[in-house]
């Protein structure tokens, strides 16, 4: 069954999400991809993320699509303008993907080519609407298409450290919902009352809730997290059990795939986030039951 299916029979998704190499090297992706066939619904492609130069999420989607697994790329505004997304977007769905997340881009600041300049020529808003408009045959100059796209494109929900933070941010993605937005993935969750709380909020929006589940590989992660991501609601327990565990690793892994079992009940969905550790994301899927 399809991703686009599944969202529409409220099946429960599981989503992984895979860099694309910085390079032209695929077989470690294409490895890790195979690792998860068959157990992950999709696998979603960020598009040079944290202003890192790497191989764009058009041909990672494509990888995916040639190793019999669904896709879903991400899709910026920071780095080309509107006729350079449109074309990609259009050459997305001959290529053969169906998915499109539109995301805010991260500043390049902390990236590797912190000369690049952004370009911004549209915001999230209209570039949901523009896809909206390709997929009824009109560009956003007004031309007609010859022959139109269809995806399912959903948004992200942008971090929050606090309550109000939280009501703006649900403020802008119900824009997005309103803009074309059909599913809706959070930023990492790792206070399951917290996330509760979100959805009580978020849930009268009435598309799926797809929580993010990031991968906590070490101590010093799990503190850089608590102390400069307030709004993931990292807890000292947790921070504790990762220190004490005598396989602090796996104990990660295990709080990941508990996470995820948990969400069972409360989403529609999760996405894995692993930066780099995709070859794990089978061992969380174990300890999830998945």
Known sequence: MSFKKRLLANEFV???????????????????????KGRVDAVVIPDMDNGVMRMSAL????????????????VYCRDRNRMALQGDILAAHVLGIQNLIVVQSEDMTNGDHRDARPVFDVDELKLLGAIQSLQKGIDMAGFELDGSPDFTTGCALG??????????????V???VSAGARFIITPPIFDIER??????????????IIPTVFLLKSVAIARYISIHEPGGFLSETTIKRIRKAKDREMEGIRIAGETIAAMKELSQGVLIQTLGWEHRIGAILDVAGL
Do not use: C, W, Y
């Open 174 to 176: 119900r824009k997005k």
């Open 195 to 208: 996330f509760q709380f979100l959805m009580q909020k978020i849930e009268s929006l009435d598309v799926p």
């Open 14 to 36: 599981v989503l992984a999400e895979m860099n694309t190499p910085k390079g032209v090297d695929i077989s470690r992706m294409v490895m890790n991809a195979r690792r998860i």
């Open 59 to 74: 041909a990672g989607g494509v990888v995916m699509q040639q190793q019999g697994m669904e896709s879903i790329i991400h």
């Open 159 to 172: 971090v929050f450290n606090d309550e109000n933070d939280m009501d703006k941010e649900i403020e802008a």
